[in-house]
């Protein structure tokens, strides 16, 4: 193994010490918005992680508009190991999640003789879990700053509260099997 790559004796990942994140890529998602992450790792091996993002727009195609309101919190174990070159930068993750997002939906009325669309507030909640893999590589020599990839899969349990909806609303009867916005038990793929 390279001496410069080796962990040094007093410095991080070598003692313990916080780490302050955030995820650039929490702006691209449909429910977008700035996070921050605080990381205390307790030796080479162990660490705990907790996410969290203030959910503040909607990337998707909402014709019925509005901004989304909501937060998604993240906590998350993780194991680091030694890698082939003693490193101590590749890891093995547990994560749970919960996000609850506040959003504005159209609805079609039937009244009788003619249909009216209208919007109105809805409310997601999802929760789950994944497992993850990953990697942290340092961009300076004194390793102070910190690029991070990792992937993961696992499940997710959503269910959109029906508060609110209006009488006489329209639903088709048919539904499209492939949709991955619907209530129910979906795939959950941390990247």
């Known amino acids: 193994a390279k001496a410069d790559k080796l962990p040094i004796e007093g410095v991080y990942p070598m003692e313990p010490a916080f780490i302050i994140s955030t995820n650039v890529f929490s702006l691209t998602e449909p429910d977008g918005g700035p996070s921050l992450a605080l990381e205390y790792r307790f030796n080479l091996h162990w660490s705990i992680l907790v996410e969290g993002t203030a959910i503040l727009y909607d990337l998707t195609e909402n014709e019925a508009g509005g901004s989304n309101k909501g937060y998604r919190i993240r906590p998350e174990a993780r194991y680091y190991f030694a890698g082939k070159h003693k490193t101590f930068r590749g890891f093995f993750g547990v994560e749970a999640s919960y996000k609850q997002v506040d959003f504005q939906?159209?609805?079609?009325?039937?009244?009788?003789?003619?249909?009216?669309?209208?919007?109105?507030?809805?409310?997601?909640?999802?929760?789950?879990?994944?497992?993850?893999?990953?990697?942290?590589?340092?961009?300076?020599?004194?390793?102070?700053?910190?690029?991070?990839?990792?992937?993961?899969?696992?499940?997710?349990?959503?269910?959109?509260?029906?508060?609110?909806?209006?009488?006489?609303?329209?639903?088709?009867r048919v539904k499209n099997p492939w949709?991955?916005?619907?209530?129910?038990?979906l795939p959950n793929i941390p990247m």
């Open 105 to 172: 939906e159209y609805v079609t009325l039937d009244h009788e003789n003619y249909y009216e669309r209208t919007a109105y507030t809805r409310r997601k909640k999802m929760g789950g879990g994944a497992f993850k893999i990953g990697f942290q590589t340092f961009f300076d020599k004194n390793r102070r700053i910190i690029f991070e990839l990792y992937g993961g899969a696992g499940f997710r349990y959503r269910h959109t509260d029906k508060k609110g909806m209006p009488e006489n609303v329209y639903v088709p």
């Open 179 to 185: 949709r991955l916005d619907e209530d129910g038990l």
